[in-house]
């Protein structure tokens, strides 16, 4: 399916393909546009791009054929948060915590020590196993952060490491201040915006600070912010997490491209996320995980803020990799339509990316799409828990589910 033909996907119950008229008032960023779906549809995949959509009655030849069978077709999923360099795991807090212990950035640390020990090698293994349970579960994109080293040689280390699987690479020396740095907090954020930096940023695209009390306050969030700007990155922000304070007022003002975790909202965060293209992603495997009140969807959306959700996958906070799950709290828990969490797992990851050519299904998008073993978008929240990816295509080659076999039919 690589090999330069094309194929057609066709007997599609559901296609969604996020191609709607745009509704959200903001500045045009591109594709993709609200979420749209189609039923009884068909899709030709060609060059590693989406080149036809539409009904399956008119549906055109194509080199290879997969009968859908009724099935739904969505984009893939864009994970546009997620924490993968690390070493060691921390079950024993999720157990603590669930007996009644509250979570502190604190416990960062625990993953620090242990991912400066790893080698290479462990690093490399960890990451990899859990991209291969992402693009499993439908994720076709993901963004991936370091944070776990906060010394030059091991941030730069795992930047290198997550350019290996991803281009959304992430820059967080900012994710807490480590211990050796606890009586010189300025120092740390010099070494941060300076020596680390000029290590860290030719792997990286993103820039990221997380901006919570026991973190980063709201000065040097900023100062960390333009100076990865200058030195080329772009920025996100972790917002607003584990109380009130700065994080979404810090994003809007530097221009980031999204604001992460938005759990606790004033009205002027919320005017904030609605006056500017800052995206606010939601994370509400976090809240799960640390049994904490979710995010105020209904807020942001009512409100005309545009809603990403990801999964945050770390070993502390929330460790699920699974779009699938966070779909279906978000629809349970956070009063989202099946229709807006699917979108905000799609092209709503994909505008937290800044990206146009994934999240949607048009003609000329990159052909990243998964088929259900489900009718539609919905059961992705209707059945919770239950594996349905039936096939995943990544820049239309197929790289998870349905075997060859199974998925090839007549050509001509
Ligand atoms: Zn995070």
Not at 128 to 144: A, I, K, S, W, Y
Not at 247 to 262: N, P, T
Not at 289 to 315: E, H, I, K, W, Y
Request: proline fraction near 7%.
């Amino acid at each position: 399916m690589s090999d330069g033909k094309s194929t057609l996907i066709t007997g599609i119950g559901e296609l969604v393909t996020n191609d709607g008229a745009p509704d959200d008032g903001k500045p045009d960023d591109g594709k993709p546009g609200a979420f749209a779906a189609m039923n009884d549809a068909a899709l030709v995949i060609a060059a590693g791009q989406v080149a036809w959509t539409g009904p399956a009655a008119r549906a055109p030849a194509a080199d290879t054929v997969v009968d859908a069978a009724g099935r739904a077709v969505l984009p893939g999923f864009a994970d546009s948060h997620a924490h993968l360099v690390f070493a060691g795991e921390r079950s024993e807090e999720f157990v603590a915590r669930m007996a009644g212990r509250p979570y502190r950035a604190g416990g960062i640390q625990v993953t620090v020590e242990a991912t400066r020990a790893a080698s290479d090698a462990a690093l490399r293994a960890n990451l990899r196993r859990l991209v291969t349970e992402m693009l499993r579960q439908g994720t076709t994109t993901f963004e991936c952060k370091s944070g776990y080293g906060l010394t030059v040689p091991d941030e730069a280390r795992a930047l290198k490491l997550a350019a290996e699987v991803t281009p959304e690479v992430t820059y967080l020396g900012a994710h807490v201040v480590p211990p050796e740095f606890a009586a010189d907090p300025a120092g740390y954020v010099d070494l941060v915006c300076g020596p680390m930096l000029d290590a860290c940023a030719p792997s990286a695209r993103w820039v990221d600070v997380f901006c919570e009390d026991g973190a980063f306050g709201a000065d040097e969030a900023a100062a960390i912010l333009a100076a990865g700007q200058a030195a080329g990155l772009a920025a996100r922000v972790h917002a607003n997490q584990l109380g009130p304070g700065p994080g979404i007022r810090v994003a809007a003002e530097a221009g980031a491209a999204s604001a992460d975790h938005c759990t606790f909202l004033t009205d002027d965060d919320v005017d904030a996320l609605v006056s500017t293209p800052v995206v606010a992603t939601l994370l509400p495997g976090v809240e799960f995980s640390c049994r904490q009140p979710f995010p105020q969807a209904r807020r942001l959306l009512d409100a005309g803020a545009t809603v990403a959700l990801a999964t945050d996958c770390n070993p502390g906070s929330c460790f699920t990799s699974s779009m699938p799950f966070c779909i279906a709290l978000a629809v349970r828990e956070m009063r989202m339509t099946t229709q807006e969490a699917v979108w905000s797992a799609t092209a709503g990851g994909a505008r937290a990316l800044r990206r146009t050519d994934i999240g949607h299904l048009s003609p000329g998008a990159r052909a990243d799409l998964i088929m259900l073993d489900a009718p539609s978008h919905a059961y992705l929240a209707y059945r919770p828990g239950v594996p349905q990816i039936a096939a995943v295509w990544q820049a239309g080659r197929l790289v998870a589910g349905m075997s060859p076999p199974a998925a090839a039919a007549a050509g001509p």
